[in-house]
DNA sequence: CGTCTTCTTGAGCCACTTCAAGGTAAGTGG
DNA sequence: CCACTTACCTTGAAGTGGCTCAAGAAGACG
């Protein structure tokens, strides 16, 4: 288990830089300039939130790449969703966080404090309303990537590109901040079979890999087919 | 692909009994004696909304058992939810519904319209965050279940009746509402699989099969082992 | 250049699926 | 009340997709 740690030595583990200072954002949530907070960096693989802990903040990634996941306790860890720059999470949790978050790739995060979020909300039906939905919109990743994880490892790995490619600006070519045992543990796979399978893709003309992060769909209706 | 009906009809459908009167009932959800609508019955696998439907009103179970799920193209099913007497459902869906719904068994279902509900929301902040929890705790099953589907399929069968024994009153006995292929299309696994893993735990005594649909738990510390 | 991490590939195996058959229970009409 | 039907459940035998184990290749970095 890991010792729990502050945010600002989380920021330094395995980071190997010093935390930047919290520094006051013009970045704020929903919209509202009230929800803002402090920006901070946190290095690669360092642990933003436990599994457990008091949820005392919401996040957006700024720049970087969050995964959120859960382990079982012997160990198999699912991934339950990637976060990239101007995503929100963390939103969910009432009094306290059922993932754990890291952050994949050194990455700087805005937190904002809960308790001034749930001041604004009294007050602003608005930003409520949009709570609800970004909360509903998770629920509905998380339905879909149930779905996903009853399709066969080449559907997966399909629908796992098809998904990175609709989040990033450029639509065919994808740069992936994680790891292939990252996204074994998205797709409920393991890293030789994520592999093969794009290695299959590969010679099915339907991507092409130009580097191991890097991708480009070659063949769009091709995946889209796999997707159904 | 089935016709759209009206709940009139639907309620009929292969039910063989005419739908009762919708009837104003004492009902109400989430405590606001405001949140009232008809109750309406409906028949075995009647269908109550479908996958893309509009969501006009939110659902609560009164009598009976529901299913939620969706289809891939080619006809697989992932069973998403089952909802028991007291449980409110189709309460996520913005403008339309991304699941259908069905009736298990001969069900009473309240209905109450979505505009009640947004009615009042505006004016009744505590409603507002009861209706966000009650998504937040749908997101949260959701994310256990996926944790659920990387399970081995003893693990899921156990999972799943650990957590029917815990929404049913008898916490050791359990009559189960839902087909073998239900429990499936819940876990992920075919009718096979969970009947031989059904007989795999009687023949360790950890539970019993007392009729095909009543199950009771032997050996409850077992079945937790399996679990984690 | 060496070390460490990440990724790929191969060979054998196993848990679950597929296919097939039979059994059980509930309902229906004669 | 009993033959017949239909839906549901169980069990067996064989097949297979993805896993496990093992080795090596390709980068990243000091």
Redesign the pocket.
């Known amino acids: 288990m890991l010792t729990q740690l502050k945010i600002g030595q989380m920021a330094q583990m395995r980071s ?1 830089v010093a935390p930047k200072q919290p520094m006051t954002s013009p970045l704020a949530l929903f919209g509202c300039a009230e929800l803002t907070g402090a920006q901070v960096a946190f290095g ?2 360092a642990e933003i939130y436990g599994e457990g802990e008091d949820s005392d903040f919401v996040y957006q990634v700024i720049s970087g790449a969050v995964r959120t996941y859960k382990v079982l306790s012997d160990g198999r860890r699912q991934i339950t969703a990637f976060y990239l720059p101007g995503d929100m999470f963390g939103v969910e949790a009432g009094g306290e966080h059922w993932c754990s978050a890291e952050a994949i790739v050194p990455s700087n995060i805005l937190l904002v404090r809960r308790s001034v979020l749930n001041r604004v909300i009294d007050h602003d039906g608005d930003v409520a309303r949009r709570l609800c939905a970004h909360i509903a919109a998770e629920l509905r990743h998380s339905q879909d990537h149930g779905l996903l994880l009853i ?6 790995v399909a629908a796992f590109l098809v998904g990175m490619a609709g989040r990033a600006r450029g639509t065919t070519s994808i740069d ?1 901040p ?7 543990d998205y797709l ?13 893709l ?1 010679e099915s003309a339907t991507i092409q ?1 130009i ?3 890097r991708i480009v769909l070659r063949n769009r209706a091709a995946l889209d087919e796999l997707n159904h």
Do not use: C, F, H
């Open positions: 190997g690669r693989n399709k066969s490892a080449q559907e997966r992936l994680m790891t292939r045992q990252d996204i074994a409920g796979l393991t890293i030789e079979t994520v592999s093969r399978m794009m290695t299959q590969t890999i580097a191991s992060r």
